[in-house]
């Protein structure tokens, strides 16, 4: 057998000796992360101080050999811990600034008031399961978005080997509430197209900004499209080639605000799939042109849609928009995506799941059907027929024993027909 090994990081019992001078030398011996064990020592004028210098010395080597990390140890805060997971995240610069943005906020908000003072080695799974189990009794998505901020942020601790492990790897699965997409019928559709043209004829005559027709104009784009609400708003005049045989709208950016920063016109959607090319629809076409002919000749690059100081229109003012629109109707609550998921219906009952996807720019049919087509309850009328045929009152009655003998028969002539073209 071989020796013992002191535990890395450890040490083992202090020494204490005294100096000619008439001071206390403390000794111990420590294992350290390169696998040797060293002596280390202190002098102070009693007992207490080399004791208390032997652990500042012990401490300062840790922070040393941990330096590259923040010096971050187990025993570090884990406010500490989210501080350096977000210098991280700036230092990698792999993040769109939007999503950067959404990680801090959801750690900020969800999860650092629970664990501010909190040691990181204190953070168990049980604790982790509390906290994500208490969120998810008031939101699903509050408690999905604090589970995800947690384990980068203790991924990023366990690489560093700050902690042996994520504690948010063993907690119990977040458990999705049964959602069904609902999509809008055509009735809702055309509702919703009367009251923005009643809304924008009766702005006419009042004061403040008049209506320019981009509420309409912007849900058409939707409904053509199945782009999204910031896809949408960032349609730029060379986004649009109107005039071929089969006009044609590029999806190729999206709009992205963040607080405390102007919104901008990010020059890639949402993920890469997003990036498409779509045929437009007549109906979207006639209301692209009519607002372009509005803008008049603007640069290739000029947005199609803006606000009067000609900046781009956050999706959160578009909304609020629609809202007030919409408010006290039958429409009331339709926010943009239910358009989105209407066009992903639409086209699936036509055609098929497949296009749906491609049209909405999904990498998988799955995220389609779970979250943009609304179920089908209706299943093939086909069945009626053979039902009635087989099972009605004017079916005809056949002896089982006579159908078997017969079915045997004509699998008997089968076989002699392939054996005389197979002789012949």
């Not at 559709?189 to 027709?213: F, Y």
């Not at 058409?220 to 986004?239: F, K, N, P, Q």
């Not at 995220?367 to 053979?386: F, G, K, L, Q, S």
Request: charged residues 30%; hydrophobic residues 35%; proline residues 5%.
């Amino acid at each position: 057998m071989g020796r013992p090994r002191t535990p890395i990081g450890t040490h083992g019992e202090v020494h204490y000796t005294d100096t000619p001078s008439g001071k206390v030398k403390a000794r111990v011996r420590l294992r350290e992360y390169d696998g040797r064990t060293r002596l280390v020592s202190a002098t102070g004028r009693s007992k207490a101080e080399a004791l208390r210098l032997l652990n500042k010395r012990i401490a300062d080597n840790d922070l040393a050999r941990t330096s590259t990390h923040g010096g971050l140890s187990a025993d570090s805060l884990f406010g500490d811990l989210v501080d350096a997971w977000l210098q991280h995240l700036d230092d990698t610069n792999r993040l769109a600034d939007s999503t950067r943005y959404r990680y801090e906020r959801d750690m900020l908000t969800h999860v650092l008031p629970a664990f501010e003072h909190l040691a990181l080695r204190e953070i168990t799974v049980r604790r982790v399961d509390q906290l994500l189990q208490q969120l998810q009794r008031r939101s699903y998505n509050r408690a999905q978005k604090a589970r995800v901020v947690l384990s980068l942020a203790f991924k990023l601790a366990v690489r560093w080997e700050v902690v042996d492990r994520n504690p948010v790897r063993d907690t119990e699965p977040l458990v999705r509430p049964a959602k069904v997409a609902q999509a809008l019928n055509v009735q809702t559709v055309q509702l919703i197209r009367d009251l923005v043209a009643d809304w924008e004829a009766g702005r006419a005559g009042k004061s403040g900004p008049k209506p320019d027709g981009q509420v309409l104009a912007v849900i058409e784009a939707m409904l053509g499209t199945s782009a999204r609400i910031g896809e949408v708003l960032a349609l730029r005049r060379c986004d649009l080639d109107l005039d071929r045989k089969r006009p044609t709208v590029r999806i190729a950016g999206t709009i992205i605000s963040i607080n405390g920063k102007p919104t901008i016109r990010q020059d890639h959607p949402k993920t890469s799939r997003s990036r498409r090319t779509i045929v437009v629809p007549p109906f979207t076409v006639a209301a692209l042109r009519s607002r372009l002919a509005r803008i008049g000749d603007v640069e290739p690059e000029h947005l199609v849609f803006f606000t009067r100081n000609g900046t781009p229109i956050t999706a959160n003012n578009y909304r609020r928009s629609l809202r007030r629109i919409l408010d006290g109707s039958e429409a009331a609550g339709v926010t943009p995506h239910a358009f989105r998921r209407t066009v992903a219906t639409t086209v699936d009952r036509a055609v098929g799941i497949d296009l749906a996807a491609e049209l909405l720019g999904h990498t998988t049919t799955e995220v389609t059907r779970v979250h943009y087509i609304e179920p089908n309850e209706y299943v093939n009328p086909a069945t009626a027929d053979i039902l009635q045929r087989s099972l009605g009152p004017d079916a005809k009655v056949t002896d089982p024993r006579k159908a078997s003998k017969k079915a045997s028969r004509q699998r008997g002539k089968s076989g002699k027909k392939g054996r005389k073209t197979k002789s012949s």
